[in-house]
Protein backbone atom coordinates (compact mmCIF):
# COMPACT_ATOMS: atom_id res chain seq x y z
CA UNK A 1 0.00 0.00 0.00
CA UNK A 2 2.86 2.78 0.71
CA UNK A 3 4.34 1.91 -3.03
CA UNK A 4 1.16 1.89 -4.74
CA UNK A 5 -0.84 4.40 -2.83
CA UNK A 6 1.67 5.82 -0.53
CA UNK A 7 -0.33 5.12 2.25
CA UNK A 8 0.35 3.09 5.61
CA UNK A 9 -1.84 -0.11 5.82
CA UNK A 10 -3.99 -0.16 8.90
CA UNK A 11 -4.30 -2.97 11.41
CA UNK A 12 -7.46 -4.39 9.01
CA UNK A 13 -4.76 -5.09 6.40
CA UNK A 14 -2.99 -7.47 8.48
CA UNK A 15 -6.07 -9.24 10.06
CA UNK A 16 -7.84 -9.94 7.05
CA UNK A 17 -4.77 -12.29 6.01
CA UNK A 18 -5.96 -14.13 9.15
CA UNK A 19 -9.49 -14.26 8.81
CA UNK A 20 -9.32 -15.45 5.49
CA UNK A 21 -6.46 -18.19 6.47
CA UNK A 22 -9.18 -18.65 9.39
CA UNK A 23 -11.82 -19.14 6.98
CA UNK A 24 -14.17 -16.77 7.60
CA UNK A 25 -15.38 -16.00 4.50
CA UNK A 26 -14.77 -12.50 2.76
CA UNK A 27 -18.68 -11.04 3.13
CA UNK A 28 -17.96 -11.21 6.98
CA UNK A 29 -14.98 -9.34 7.02
CA UNK A 30 -16.13 -5.99 7.60
CA UNK A 31 -18.84 -7.16 10.70
CA UNK A 32 -15.69 -8.69 12.19
CA UNK A 33 -13.84 -5.36 11.84
CA UNK A 34 -17.10 -3.43 12.90
CA UNK A 35 -17.16 -6.21 16.22
CA UNK A 36 -14.14 -5.64 17.43
CA UNK A 37 -14.33 -1.65 17.29
CA UNK A 38 -17.71 -1.93 19.42
CA UNK A 39 -15.89 -1.19 23.05
CA UNK A 40 -13.87 1.41 21.73
CA UNK A 41 -17.00 3.12 19.59
CA UNK A 42 -19.03 2.73 22.86
CA UNK A 43 -16.33 3.95 25.31
CA UNK A 44 -16.70 6.97 23.12
CA UNK A 45 -19.96 7.46 23.54
CA UNK A 46 -19.81 7.32 27.25
CA UNK A 47 -17.37 9.73 27.28
CA UNK A 48 -18.86 12.19 25.18
CA UNK A 49 -22.30 11.77 27.17
CA UNK A 50 -20.35 12.00 30.76
CA UNK A 51 -18.32 14.77 29.57
CA UNK A 52 -20.64 16.65 26.10
CA UNK A 53 -16.60 16.23 24.69
CA UNK A 54 -15.52 13.93 22.28
CA UNK A 55 -12.40 15.20 21.97
CA UNK A 56 -9.87 15.79 24.39
CA UNK A 57 -6.73 18.11 24.04
CA UNK A 58 -4.26 17.15 26.89
CA UNK A 59 -0.57 17.11 26.78
CA UNK A 60 1.22 14.57 27.42
CA UNK A 61 3.67 14.21 30.32
CA UNK A 62 5.55 11.62 31.70
CA UNK A 63 7.59 10.95 34.78
CA UNK A 64 11.02 12.23 34.96
CA UNK A 65 14.02 10.66 36.85
CA UNK A 66 12.96 6.59 36.71
CA UNK A 67 16.07 4.45 36.42
CA UNK A 68 15.71 1.00 34.63
CA UNK A 69 16.36 -2.04 36.08
CA UNK A 70 17.85 -4.40 33.22
CA UNK A 71 15.96 -7.60 32.83
CA UNK A 72 18.47 -9.73 34.35
CA UNK A 73 18.24 -7.69 37.74
CA UNK A 74 14.30 -7.96 37.69
Request: net charge positive.
Amino acid sequence: MLQKKNLHANVDFYSATVYYSLGIPIDLFTPVFAISRTAGWTAHVLEQLADNRLIRRKAFTRATGLKVVPISDR
